[in-house]
Nanobody, 120 residues
Framework: QVQLVESGGGLVQAGGSLRLSCTASGHTFLTRTVGWFRQAPGKEREFVAAMTWNGATTLYADSMKGRFTIFREDAPNTVYLQMNSLKPDDTAVYYC?????????????WGQGTQVTVSS
């Protein structure tokens, strides 16, 4: 099994930035792709961004390109989502997800989610 823990959500004004982090533990070797989804109130969960663990490939939803960046740094098994120029429409619960395949289509593992609220 793989456990995913998100952090970094919060309240920010429109135009501001937030950085979310997702740390994976357990049998992470089972997964090839890690990424983010979000779900706004009353809406379907939607794909945000994903990357292969080795960082060779990244994928973004069209509406997030240029504003959001998924990346890794030195922390082991940790992926970040840098969100800039945030809009009220970005308000949602953001979920980290991991999948054994690439590209990310049907994640096998999910985190509990972290709330992001963007005020106007």
């Amino acid at each position: 099994q793989v456990q995913l823990v998100e952090s970094g959500g919060g309240l920010v004004q429109a135009g501001g930035s937030l950085r979310l982090s997702c740390t994976a533990s357990g049998h992470t070797f089972l997964t090839r792709t890690v990424g983010w989804f979000r779900q706004a109130p009353g809406k379907e969960r939607e794909f945000v961004a994903a990357m292969t663990w080795n960082g060779a490939t990244t994928l973004y939803a069209d509406s997030m390109k240029g504003r959001f960046t998924i990346f890794r740094e030195d922390a082991p098994n940790t992926v970040y989502l840098q969100m800039n120029s945030l809009k009220p429409d970005d308000t949602a619960v953001y979920y980290c997800a991991a999948e054994t395949r690439y590209p990310m289509t049907t994640p096998d593992y999910w985190g509990q989610g972290t709330q992001v609220t963007v005020s106007s």
